[in-house]
């Protein structure tokens, strides 16, 4: 699913994802900075995940651990410092 808010795509596209950006956005947080690359590239491997995109470049991230029927647990929801203030978190948050 893609969905478009202001000039931002919001995607469930897993080929989307963009590691690198993901674990530049998580490792400048406090609960996930020293959290390693393979064990990120893991855990999203093994949930749903949703990004936000500014032309092709991430600047959010969320992460969805869920048994697809009755329940998730949200996690790593980060929006690059750059880019907030914009209502980007709440939009990405109504698309989870």
Do not use: H, N, S
């Given at each position: 699913m893609d969905i478009t808010f202001q000039e931002f795509l919001i995607s469930d596209d897993p080929g989307k994802i963009q590691l690198d950006r993901v674990c530049q956005l998580l490792g400048n947080s406090y609960w996930a900075k020293n959290r390693p690359r393979d064990r990120i590239a893991k855990s999203i491997a093994n949930s749903l995940c949703f990004g936000v995109y500014a032309d092709g470049?991430?600047?959010?991230?969320?992460?969805?651990?869920?048994?697809?029927?009755?329940?998730?647990?949200?996690?790593?929801?980060?929006?690059?410092?750059?880019?907030?203030?914009?209502?980007?978190?709440?939009?990405?948050?109504?698309?989870?």
């Open positions: 470049r991430q600047v959010g991230f969320a992460r969805c651990v869920t048994d697809f029927a009755t329940m998730y647990w949200l996690a790593d929801v980060i929006i690059d410092p750059e880019y907030r203030k914009r209502g980007l978190g709440k939009a990405l948050m109504e698309t989870v």
